[in-house]
Every structure is written in structure tokens, then in C-alpha cells.
């Protein structure tokens, strides 16, 4: 049975996270611990910094899971008792999808979390601890995981700065495609900002004050040109988007600088995105028509509210993981009766072999006609013994009754 | 009795086509599926079907009356739409036209069609006239609808706090874009309307002004088109202003169609009749 222990952003502090981190170096000796330790036969440790989670396949118990955590970290095993999750079987494949779909995650349908259970999976394998549980659990994974998001609108809409800017973009310009970047300061928001709108198709020009040089690097990064900050005004009236994050303590765009330039832009409209903190654009500059301000607050309430959004497709998510762990489940229960199923239909033909051959030994030399209904008879006891019991087998497998399967291995004595 | 399956039919597909758009846009996922395509193009084909066969039976161009104006006004948008879309792709326009044809269609299956034989209704004036003004005020209600999405669509990027709306509509460029090219297509079809409108006046009665209501409110939507196109070519951008305008134009052409339709006016209201 597959089983996880783990502590994520839900149940504990992140000191405590931090606390029981795995960093990637140390992580191929404690896969290997966990197997030692624990008695698993297969495992896997997933590390984030918003989870620790550790995975172990050939379990019937999270507890010895649960000890090895505590006691890798050197931790005592009652301290983690209130935070960490022990889940077995079921439980702990709807919470391994979950996971990867982004459901368990902080900001729900963030797209990092796929990448870095996949990593997992990686070094479990290099590492020599993934067996054919956790192999086929990491590949049911991935397949849910896809699903919920490709059929839901969980991962939508943009809630990081850089993407709700880009997203904002989208909502005023039908496309990107040969529009105007003006970035107002070299800082690295910007920049992460400009890097994603050029890579869909726009131009970016980078004024520079004081540190011109770094205006240049982060121009030439961007494919674009450098402009000294007097320009400022000639720019604007250039631009269709502007991105202004600098440390200058006033205000750096005027109501006048954009009331000029908008005269030059013929109704164009004019996205301004003010990222510094204090603000760099007069907020006055709302007011004129044509404008479009974003300030910090702004672009975070327009996240907020696409993070509400994605809150809403999460529940349509939720149903395309639980259908997932239905097949998965079904499956394994199907290939678990299999085996079982095979045992019983040996013994069955070994014991019919058996006393074929004692009535052999008693009669002497038979027809082949008296052979024929010898073998007829005794295939037909056979077959009519066990097909009760193949028949209730199949059906407690599917119903994941594991009481009536052991019951009937008992009786069977398998 | 040939149309009236047919007509019931187009109502079918377009109630389809409808209920699938706004179901759509209720769920927020792409606005115009195959599905939603497929309704309104076979629609669009029965409907073909109805009018032509109730030209037939009428022994008249199908535009007399309130259940062949509402039917006949209904296959324009569509045709309008169909256009539009092939060319700009443009899903938010099916969520204006798709609703606004199934309204429509529901009106022209609900009312009872109007056969009294008029002579002025014999003219070919009709059929010309009618195609022209029904295309015209088709492609004004397009621009129409997108500049009411424009305004709310700023809105809520104003608002600085998205609702529905604001994952709803495209973006401000593309709605100010659709409404200027539908304008630009209405504003052609509307002077030939009135053009036409005036040589049927006076082929009928001798007078090419009458100075009645709807003239001038068609000349008060002409005007306004007009000032609207200017603006637009100018600065290469409607805005707020070109979206206002496309409102109260189409303000002023839905008040005209009405005098036709419905209130008293020598030609129009022979139409009515």
C-alpha cells in the first residue's frame, strides 16, 4: 500500500518546515533511510517550500514513516504528531493528486508545483527507490494532474504581479504584438514584467537616471533601447505601456507628463503599471481619459479577485481528481484480485490432477471414452466449486472489500 | 404552412445557439464553441429556407408586418455576424447577436403574418429598401453592442476590482475595433436606405421629404454615424467617445425603425399594416 507523512502550508509553521526540509543534496541518502529505516520498499520525498512530504510504497502503516521524519531531523516523534498527515492507501493517492494539481497548493493552480513533484520523482528514481507502486502512481499523477488542468480554469487567471500586468495589458490592447514598453527604472519587478510582454512581440525602451549602465544592460537583456530619463515626456508619448518602479522617494510622472503626452497619442490608450513603493505616478493621473493606472494595490486586488476565480474552478478540479483516484483505486484492486484468482484455479487443478490419478491407480487400464467422462466429471466439479468464490472475489476487489477478501483466502486456505 | 415549420425550426437552432453562448460565458470558457457554430449555422440555413418560402407564400419580399420584419431582421444580424466573425474572429460578438436573433425569433414565431394585399408593397422599392436598411441596422446594433461592452469593460478596469464582466469581454482595443469596422459597414448601408427610402416616397407619393418623424431622426442617426466615422479615422481610435456615439446613433436608428414599424408613416406604416 502506498502511504505519505508529510507537513505542508495548511498544517504547520514554516519554521517547522523549514526545520524538516530535505535540501536536494542529502535527499538520495534519506530515500535510501527511509527504505532502511522504515522497512518501505519503495520511496520518494517531495521538499518545497511550501511541503514536506514523504512518500513510501510495500507499507500497511504511515507509522514507521512518521518515525523516520522525526528522527531524521532529530526531532521527537510526539513533536510532529499535531501537524503532520498520515495517510494510507486511498487517502494518500487523493492527496499525492491534490497535490500535483495544484489544489493543496497556497495559490491554487500555481503551475511550479507539477514541476517540482516531477523533479521528485527524478531523483526517487536515480536514487534507486522507485519501485512499480510508486512508478505507476507517479504516472497516474501526472495524468490527473493534466486533466484538472486542462479541463478546469484553475491555472486561468494571473495573480502574480508580473502576469497580472500582462494580463491587464491583454484587456486594453488586443494583442502585444509591436506595442510600445516604456520601463521607468531597471528594477528586477520591471524587468520580470518587460521580459514576459516582449516575448509577446512588444518593444521595450528602458529610461535611465542616475545609473544609466544599468538601463543599458537590462535594454540590451530586453532586446530593446536605453533612453536618458529627460526623454521622459517624448517617450511617454510613444509608449502604450508603462511600467515605472523606481526608488526615487516623489513622483517621478507627472498629471502634466501624461496630459502632454496623450495630446501627442491621438486617443490611444495609455497603460501606466506604478510598481514602486512610495508610488512613482501622481495618482491624479487616473483622471485622464484615456489612461489606464495600476498602482501595488490595484494589481492586487485585481489578483485577489482571479484567485477567486480560480477558487471556483477548483471545485470542477476537485471532481476531476476524485474521478482519477476512482480509476486508479479500480485498477489496483483489479490487478490485486488477479494473482489471487490465478492461486485458486491451480489449486483447484492440482487437486483434481491428484485424485484423477488415484482413481487411475484403482480401475486399471480405462476407454477412452471412460477417460473423457473421468476428465468431464472431474472439470466440472472443479469449475462448479469455485465459481461462487471467483465470482464473489471479483466483486469484493471491485468494491474494495478487503474483509471479505481475506475471509475468503482463509476459507481457501491461500 | 411551408415557413411556419421552417421559421420553428430556425427557432430551435438559434435557441441552441443562445443558450449555449450565454452557458458559456456563465462558466467562463471560450465563448464560442463548434457546438454554438454549428446551431447557428444550420439555423441560418432553415431561416434562408423560411424566408424564401414565405416570399413564396406572400407573393411579396417577406419584410411587411411584425412577424416577417422580426424574421427577416434576425437572418441580417445573423448574416452580419457570420461576416464579421469570419473576418475578425471576434467570439463576444455571438454573445450580442446570438441572444438578440433567438429574442427575435421568438417574437416573428409568436406573431401572426400579415397578408393584406397593399400596392405600394408591390414595388420593387421594397425588397431594396428593406435589405439595405435591415443590413444597415444589423451592423449598427453590432457596433452598438460593442460599445456598450467598451464602456463596461472600461468599467471595470476602472473599478480596478474585476467582476464578471471584465473576464467576459475582450479587450477594450478589440471591442473599439469590431464597433468601427460595424459602423464603418453600417453607415454605407444606412445612407443607401435613406437614398432609397426617399426615391420610394417619391415614386409613391411624389414627395421626396415628407419632414415626418422618422426622417429625421434616420438624417439625426446619419449625422451622428457620420461625426462618429470622422472622430474614428482621425485619431485611429473610438474610445469612449466613439462608443457613446455608436449608443446614440443606434439610439436614434431604433427610433426610426420604430415609426416605421409601428407608429403612423405613409410608406413605412403601408409596411406595417
Same mark, same amino acid.
Given at each position: 500500500m502506498i502511504v505519505v507523512v508529510g507537513v505542508s502550508h495548511r498544517t504547520s509553521?514554516?519554521?517547522?518546515?523549514? &526545520? !524538516?526540509?530535505?535540501?536536494?543534496?542529502?535527499?538520495?541518502? #534519506? !530515500?535510501?533511510?527511509?527504505?532502511?529505516? &522504515?522497512? %518501505?520498499?519503495? %520511496?520518494?520525498?517531495l521538499s518545497t517550500c511550501n511541503r514536506v512530504e514523504?512518500?513510501?510504497?510495500?507499507?500497511?502503516?504511515?507509522?514507521?514513516? &512518521?518515525a523516520f521524519l522525526a528522527a531524521h531531523h532529530g526531532r521527537a516523534p510526539g513533536e510532529l504528531e499535531p501537524h503532520a498527515y498520515r495517510l494510507a492507501g486511498e487517502d494518500a493517492v487523493r492527496h499525492a493528486f491534490r497535490v500535483a494539481a495544484s489544489l493543496d497548493s497556497m495559490v491554487v493552480g500555481e503551475a511550479q508545483?507539477?514541476?517540482?513533484?516531477?523533479?521528485?520523482?527524478?531523483?526517487?528514481?536515480?536514487?534507486?527507490?522507485?519501485?512499480?507502486?510508486?512508478?505507476?502512481?507517479?504516472?497516474?499523477?501526472?495524468? #490527473?494532474?493534466?486533466?484538472?488542468?486542462?479541463?478546469?480554469?484553475?491555472?486561468?487567471?494571473?495573480?502574480?504581479?508580473?502576469?497580472? %500586468?500582462?494580463?491587464? &495589458?491583454?484587456?486594453?490592447?488586443?494583442d502585444l504584438e509591436g506595442r510600445a514598453?516604456? !520601463?521607468?527604472?531597471?528594477?528586477?519587478?520591471?524587468?520580470?514584467?518587460?521580459?514576459?510582454?516582449? %516575448?509577446?512581440?512588444?518593444?521595450?525602451?528602458?529610461?535611465?537616471?542616475?545609473?544609466?549602465?544599468k538601463a543599458e544592460q537590462l535594454a540590451r537583456a530586453l532586446g530593446g533601447r536605453a533612453a536618458p530619463f529627460e526623454h521622459l515626456r517624448d517617450e511617454l508619448s510613444r509608449a502604450d505601456i508603462v511600467i515605472s518602479g523606481t526608488g526615487a522617494p516623489g513622483t517621478v510622472i507627472s498629471r502634466a507628463d501624461v496630459a502632454v503626452a496623450r495630446q501627442a497619442r491621438g486617443g490611444r490608450p495609455l497603460f501606466l503599471v506604478d510598481i514602486a513603493v512610495p508610488r512613482d505616478v501622481d495618482a491624479d493621473v487616473r483622471e485622464v481619459p484615456g489612461v489606464f493606472l495600476y498602482d501595488l494595490d490595484d494589481i492586487k486586488a485585481v489578483s485577489e479577485a482571479n484567485l477567486r476565480e480560480r477558487r471556483k474552478e477548483a471545485v470542477q478540479a476537485e471532481q476531476v481528481v476524485e474521478?482519477?483516484?476512482?480509476?486508479?483505486?479500480?485498477? !489496483?484492486?483489479?490487478?490485486?484480485?488477479?494473482?489471487?484468482?490465478?492461486e485458486l484455479r491451480r489449486r483447484g487443478e492440482e487437486i483434481r490432477r491428484g485424485e484423477i490419478e488415484k482413481a487411475r491407480r484403482r480401475l486399471g487400464t480405462l476407454t477412452a471414452e471412460q477417460e473423457q467422462a473421468l476428465e468431464a466429471a472431474t472439470a466440472a466439479i472443479v469449475n462448479k466449486l469455485l465459481h461462487t468464490p471467483t465470482v464473489q472475489l471479483k466483486e469484493a476487489a471491485r468494491d474494495g472489500r478487503g474483509d471479505v477478501m481475506s475471509l475468503i483466502r482463509r476459507m481457501l486456505g491461500l | 404552412m411551408g415557413s411556419r415549420v421552417y421559421l420553428l425550426l430556425t427557432l430551435l437552432f438559434y435557441t441552441g445557439g443562445a443558450v449555449h453562448v450565454l452557458l458559456h460565458a456563465a462558466t467562463r470558457r471560450k465563448l464560442l464553441s463548434l457546438t454554438t457554430t454549428t446551431a447557428m449555422l444550420l439555423g441560418f440555413a432553415t431561416h434562408t429556407a423560411a424566408l424564401a418560402l414565405r416570399w413564396n407564400e406572400a407573393g411579396r419580399f417577406p419584410a411587411v408586418g411584425l412577424r416577417d420584419i422580426s424574421s427577416f431582421l434576425a437572418w441580417t444580424l445573423v448574416l452580419v455576424f457570420l461576416v464579421m466573425w469570419m473576418r475578425s474572429r471576434e467570439d463576444v460578438l455571438g454573445l450580442a447577436v446570438h441572444p438578440t436573433a433567438f429574442l427575435l425569433l421568438v417574437v416573428a414565431n409568436l406573431s401572426?403574418?400579415? *397578408?393584406? $394585399? *397593399?400596392?405600394? +408593397?408591390?414595388? +420593387?422599392?421594397?425588397?431594396?429598401?428593406? =435589405?439595405? $436598411?435591415? +443590413? @444597415?441596422y444589423s451592423a449598427l446594433f453590432v457596433a452598438f453592442a460593442m460599445g456598450v461592452l467598451y464602456l463596461i469593460q472600461e468599467r471595470e478596469l476602472r473599478s480596478r476590482s474585476p467582476h464578471t464582466f471584465y473576464y467576459l469581454i475582450p479587450s477594450l482595443e478589440g471591442c473599439d475595433r469590431t464597433g468601427g469596422r460595424a459602423a464603418a459597414v453600417g453607415f454605407p448601408l444606412l445612407t443607401l436606405a435613406i437614398v432609397t427610402g426617399m426615391f420610394w416616397?417619391?415614386? $409613391?407619393?411624389?414627395?421626396?421629404? =415628407?419632414? *415626418? $418623424?422618422?426622417?429625421? =431622426?434616420? /438624417? /439625426?442617426?446619419?449625422?451622428?454615424?457620420?461625426?462618429? +466615422? /470622422?472622430?474614428?479615422?482621425?485619431? @485611429?481610435?473610438? @474610445?469612449?467617445? @466613439?462608443a457613446w456615439l455608436g449608443i446614440a446613433g443606434f439610439a436614434a436608428v431604433a427610433l426610426t425603425f420604430l415609426w416605421v414599424t409601428v407608429l403612423a408613416s405613409p410608406v413605412g406604416a403601408a409596411a406595417a399594416r
Open positions: 509553521t514554516l519554521a517547522l518546515r523549514e &526545520a !524538516l526540509a530535505f535540501p536536494r543534496e542529502t535527499l538520495p541518502q #534519506a !530515500l535510501a533511510r527511509v527504505r532502511e529505516e &522504515a522497512g %518501505a520498499e519503495e %520511496a520518494m520525498i514523504v512518500y513510501a510504497g510495500g507499507l500497511a502503516d504511515p507509522a514507521p514513516i &512518521a508545483i507539477l514541476g517540482q513533484v516531477k523533479e521528485a520523482y527524478e531523483l526517487a528514481e536515480s536514487a534507486g527507490t522507485l519501485g512499480s507502486a510508486l512508478a505507476t502512481l507517479r504516472h497516474r499523477t501526472f495524468a #490527473a494532474a493534466k486533466r484538472a488542468r486542462s479541463e478546469t480554469g484553475i491555472g486561468r487567471n494571473a495573480v502574480s504581479v508580473s502576469s497580472v %500586468a500582462v494580463e491587464l &495589458a491583454l484587456k486594453i490592447f488586443r514598453v516604456l !520601463l521607468v527604472g531597471a528594477g528586477k519587478m520591471s524587468a520580470l514584467a518587460a521580459r514576459q510582454l516582449v %516575448a509577446a512581440g512588444a518593444t521595450a525602451t528602458v529610461l535611465g537616471g542616475r545609473t544609466f549602465e474521478h482519477e483516484v476512482r480509476e486508479y483505486l479500480d485498477w !489496483l484492486r483489479s490487478r490485486e484480485v488477479a494473482p489471487l484468482l490465478a | 401572426r403574418p400579415e *397578408d393584406k $394585399a *397593399d400596392p405600394y +408593397l408591390q414595388s +420593387l422599392f421594397l425588397p431594396v429598401h428593406a =435589405t439595405l $436598411a435591415f +443590413l @444597415g416616397s417619391a415614386a $409613391a407619393r411624389g414627395h421626396y421629404w =415628407t419632414g *415626418d $418623424a422618422k426622417e429625421w =431622426t434616420a /438624417v /439625426v442617426a446619419w449625422l451622428i454615424y457620420l461625426a462618429m +466615422l /470622422v472622430a474614428r479615422h482621425r485619431s @485611429g481610435w473610438g @474610445g469612449r467617445r @466613439g
